[in-house]
């Protein structure tokens, strides 16, 4: 009987893997199970475009014209509840199980929710392709937004928000947006795009609660101000999907814990995407890399494993873009704390530049904005300075 | 025909951008020619500011892959070809000739 790779996860690290199987050669047969009943779709335009409603359903999904040919077995709108590691089965939501000989775990992450706003009106998070729907829909006829959260998602919504013509307050705990990523000093940067475009930005706000009955009516910040909200959008980060793996045996931490190819603890099941932390011979840790280029990249080299294929693992920069107010921010590398960073083109103040992020004059990361043909030659010199993880 | 440059202006690795009715990518592949449209079929990026490799050019924004010959997506997002278009070097110069593709298709 040929063999059988169950994909659980029918989004961009699923697809990607789905792919990547047949590129190696797989000929066996290709179960993808996803809970969505959508079929693959890009998430980077459901903040963006989608939301703005320039890009169409059509547009942005992930389907190819060959991809007839990859012959895959689809079982969308269905859920993987467990996965029985002996018989390498998943467990599905219908009470039917697909037995595997291999795994690819993509299960991706889901919208952080601000505690007490569950069965409030008005307020939403944003993650799926549903979630940007009723955010359009509710958009449509609202006149101010709040933001809970500057970090990309939530600057992309308020930069979209604004385009749409409503007045948009964001609101972030932190003294400074986007410093994990980018640093307070770039992050700042960043950030004043925001007052650019005629966008509140309140930063070192506590939000203590929402306002309403039925339907939010105001954010409370915990200095007591009320920002009054036709619509809240909760951007505060994600979670990872693994809770439905807590009996498999799976190794989980933040994320499923694999190595640097993918691989997890138990044999012949690999983890990608958003849902997989792997072990980085950099940062001595496991890390979970929430970026689209990682999500399309990473699972040829786990299931190139899956196959048995052995050899090094492909140097890899990390690498993300953000749209913001029309300004391309596109970041590339691993940025560290103590990295100083320097201006090696263009102003912060023209939103035009380019940053470069060294560690004993060393360049480990660089940020562009605005720049994208600069930013892709820095970007492909830090992938070839890579050493590769062995 | 339009003139892009003269061929020593367009080193080996590198890539212009002309303005036609659609803006034009000329890349020179070890000292091949090659032209296409210039705007990845994704979204709003220039395929002039990606990055060659062999005979792929690599979208700056999302990284989608077109391959140069046949304007062919090799790699997602990007899901529509892009246009080829006949690249002609004559006493020095490169031309391209909008409208005939690269393999003299009109
Ligand atoms: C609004 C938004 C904007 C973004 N913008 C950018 C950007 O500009 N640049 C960038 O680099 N990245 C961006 N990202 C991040 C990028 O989209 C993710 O890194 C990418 O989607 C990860 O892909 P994935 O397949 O690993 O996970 P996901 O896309 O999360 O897909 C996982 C899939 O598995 C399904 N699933 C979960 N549990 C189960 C289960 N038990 N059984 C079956 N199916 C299950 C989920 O419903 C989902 O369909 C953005 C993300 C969002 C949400
Ligand atoms: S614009 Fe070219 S890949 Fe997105």
Known sequence: MSPTIAVVGAALAGLSAA??????????RIVVIGDEVHAPYDRPPLSKEFLAGTASLDDIGLGAPDDEELGLEWRLGTTAVGLDRVSRSVLLSDGSEVRADGVVLATGARARRLPGSEGLGGV????????????????????????IGAGFIGAEVASTARKLGLEVTVVEAMPVPLAGPLGAEMGAVCAELHADHGTRLLTGSGVAGLVGTGRVEAVELTDGTRLPADVVVVGIGAIPNIEWLADSGVALGNGVLTDARGVTNIPGVVAVGDCAAAWSVSAERHVRIEHWTHALEQPATAVATLLGAEGAVPASVPYFWSDQYGARIQFAGSRREDDVARVVEGSCAERSFLVVYERDDVPVAVLGMNQPRLFTRWRRQLRSAVPAPS | MIPVCLTTALPPGEATRIEAEEPIAVFNVDGDFYAIDDTCTHQDASLADGWLDGCSVECPLHASCFDLRTGKVSGP??????????????????????????????
Do not use: C, N, W
């Open chain 1, 124 to 147: 939403h998070v944003l993650r799926s392709l549903d979630d940007a729907i009723a955010l359009r829909e509710d958009l449509a006829s609202a006149s101010r937004l709040v933001v």
């Open chain 1, 19 to 28: 792919r990547a199987l047949r590129d190696q050669s797989f000929d066996g």
């Open chain 2, 77 to 106: 997002p990007a899901k529509t070809p892009v246009r080829t278009h006949r690249v002609v070097v004559q006493d020095g110069m490169v031309y391209v000739q909008p409208g005939i593709t690269a393999d003299g298709a009109a």
